[in-house]
């Protein structure tokens, strides 16, 4: 019980802090940075303490707690400095992410620590606490989602006979905070006088049961990977996030089958064999993705996203070394090898958390040197630079290499430029910059297309067209030869529906398609040819030339059609 009430209270003080440090500090401090310090540093100091406390006494559990705390905090204020603004900061994301490694991997390293001054490097306890960790948190926020529901169902209840004393306490900002941090608190604490019964055992064994299945998926990508390649493997989803996604699964369900040690690892043949060959394919999948991650920064430069799938690579590469190295050392102790490696990477992964913090791994800096080292090496159109992210995204150094660009930049760049600076989101400037691309090719479609019959006006048919259909166009009717298609503008025949519809011959190739107009927009479709006799027959090699002569007639039928000697092409439904 008094586990419990120590535990709830932490909790209670803890969400009226976080509180204070959301709603009562910014009127206070008004530097945005040395706020997102505080808050940043406030929030992993208790989240750690509640991960330790339980196990250990409060007083105990203080020191850690406010060295991963002060440490986070120091990290969020070095990094933050890079950005113009806090939201910069929190947009970028990456930085967020590294700071939530170094608490999570950090907690069950000090956990260990404290029940034993060696306990760092003894993998079973760091393997118990960790698990431990994640249980408690689990149940403790399903404890504190429960209590919640059966409040606004009370609440919902007593309104029934107008009652509406929980509704107007929920409605008290820092008391929800408090209540939130007490009652998970009192689930955490549950959990652990209960952790015989609630233990993490049953994860594992579930863990464990999706190793084979895993496997057999893995083992079907890679006999696959030669027939298909990694070309839109994965529709609009990174590639080589999704390998290194799969490659992080693998070694967590490895690492479940392993357990704490032989003693508690799986006795299935099935399933140590499974773990041994998924050792053996996970260097496969990182191949693959450091290979993805490569093509793109080749193709398109380094960009902040690009640098933290490098900067991951880099710790798969570890892991796949270690791996190799268990497994292929010899039947006797590789289990023993693996859970050693498991160690060791936990610290060079919380090291390189903190490093990529630093201005040692600044990757808006790289991704800014290499973005205008393409633009002064002529290797990147204008219209395929970042400039919005390095307006918004990139922070400070994004901001002077869009001023150093700017100094080389033409007209048309400047004015992109001056656009990404003002736009409000990375959508508005985008569909500006489309916008001014679509108008920039009805231009030049304007050379390279005839339209017939002679006197119809070129505006109103390109102004018509949507980008698909500009762009397919630019496909058929290519420079050099201009003009290489003919439009031909069908009119109405005997039905008004049809006024707008025209024909579209290229040059390049003997075919023909129909521009249907639909709801004020053009769109390509197929055209089918028939001779007099009724039967569908390829155009001919010279239609071209003989529709741009003026050889052709319009035939009214139930709308009119194109006829070029005996053939009549039909535009298709």
Same mark, same amino acid.
């Given at each position: 019980m008094k586990d419990r009430l120590e535990l709830a209270g932490i909790g209670a003080i803890a969400g009226l802090c976080l509180w204070s440090l959301f709603e009562l500090l910014p009127d206070v401090v008004e530097e945005g940075f040395l706020l997102l310090a505080l808050t940043v540093g406030a929030s992993v100091f208790f989240s750690v303490l509640m991960a330790l406390v339980g196990p250990e006494r409060p007083l105990r559990a203080i020191l850690p707690s406010l060295a991963l705390g002060g440490l986070t905090g120091l990290l969020a204020l070095w990094s933050g400095l890079r950005f113009q603004t806090v939201d910069g900061f929190f947009d970028a994301g990456h930085p967020l992410m590294a700071l939530f490694v170094i608490a999570l991997?950090?907690?069950?390293? #000090?956990?260990a620590t404290l029940e034993d001054r060696a306990g760092w490097r003894d993998y079973a306890r760091l393997f118990d606490s960790a698990w431990g960790i994640f249980i408690r948190y689990v149940a403790g926020w399903l404890f504190a989602g429960l209590i919640f529901v059966v409040l606004l169902l009370s609440d919902e209840l007593l309104k029934l006979v107008g009652i509406r004393i929980i509704d107007d306490l929920l409605d008290i900002d820092w008391l929800r905070y408090t209540l939130v941090g007490a009652v998970f608190g009192l689930g955490v604490a549950t959990v652990h006088e209960l952790r015989e019964y609630v233990s993490p055992v049953l994860v594992h064994r579930l863990l464990r049961m999706l190793l084979p299945l895993v496997l057999l998926v893995v083992i079907v990508f890679i006999g696959a990977l030669p027939f298909r390649g990694l070309s839109d493997l994965f529709g609009k989803l990174s590639t080589a996030g999704v390998l290194m996604a799969v490659a992080f699964a693998g070694v967590t369900l490895i690492t479940a089958a392993i357990d704490r040690d032989d003693e508690n690892a799986s006795e299935m043949k099935l399933m140590t064999f499974s773990a041994r060959i998924m050792s053996l394919l996970i260097p496969?999948? !990182?191949?693959?993705?450091?290979?993805?991650?490569?093509? %793109?920064? /080749?193709?398109?430069?380094? $960009? @902040?996203?690009r640098g933290m799938a490098a900067y991951t690579a880099v710790f798969l590469i570890g892991y796949v070394g270690w791996y190799l190295w268990s497994v292929l050392s010899g039947a006797q102790?590789?289990?023993? %090898?693996?859970?050693?490696?498991? &160690?060791?990477? #936990? &610290?060079?992964?919380?090291?390189?958390? !903190? &490093?990529?913090?630093?201005?040692?791994?600044?990757?808006e800096a790289l991704s800014v040197r290499s973005q205008v080292a393409r633009f002064e090496a002529g290797t990147v159109k204008a219209a395929e630079l970042p400039l919005y992210e390095m307006a918004h995204d990139w922070?400070?150094?994004?901001?002077?290499?869009? /001023?150093?660009?700017? $100094?080389? #930049?033409? +007209? @048309?760049?400047?004015?992109?430029?001056?656009?990404?600076?003002? +736009?409000?989101?990375?959508?508005?400037?985008?569909?500006?910059? %489309? /916008?001014?691309?679509?108008t920039a090719l009805r231009a030049k479609l304007t050379n390279r297309i005839k339209i017939l019959p002679e006197g119809e006006g070129h505006t109103s048919v390109f102004e018509a067209m949507e980008r698909g259909t500009l762009m397919a166009l630019e496909r058929h009717c290519p420079e050099g030869t201009e003009p290489s298609c003919a439009i031909v503008m069908l009119g109405a025949g005997a039905d008004a529906v049809f006024s707008g519809d025209a024909l579209l011959v290229a040059q390049e190739q003997p075919r023909v398609w129909t521009l249907r107009l639909q709801s004020g927009q053009y769109y390509l479709q197929q /055209?089918?040819?028939?001779?007099?006799?009724?039967?569908?027959? #390829?155009?001919?090699?010279?239609?071209?030339?003989?529709? $741009?002569?003026?050889?052709?007639?319009?035939? @009214?039928?139930?709308?009119? !059609?194109?006829?070029?000697?005996? &053939?009549?092409?039909?535009?298709?439904?």
């Open positions: 991997v950090g907690a069950p390293f #000090a956990a496969v999948l !990182v191949g693959r993705a450091i290979y993805a991650v490569w093509i %793109r920064i /080749a193709a398109y430069g380094w $960009t @902040p996203q102790g590789w289990q023993g %090898r693996l859970r050693q490696s498991n &160690l060791y990477m #936990a &610290l060079v992964v919380w090291g390189g958390a !903190v &490093l990529w913090l630093t201005p040692l791994a600044h990757v922070g400070r150094v994004g901001e002077a290499g869009l /001023a150093k660009i700017e $100094t080389m #930049a033409d +007209a @048309p760049l400047k004015e992109r430029i001056v656009a990404a600076r003002e +736009a409000k989101s990375v959508w508005q400037f985008k569909t500006v910059a %489309r /916008a001014e691309n679509d /055209a089918l040819a028939y001779d007099a006799a009724g039967r569908e027959r #390829a155009v001919p090699e010279n239609l071209f030339e003989q529709v $741009t002569a003026g050889a052709f007639e319009l035939k @009214p039928k139930i709308r009119n !059609v194109l006829g070029v000697g005996d &053939l009549s092409i039909i535009p298709y439904n």
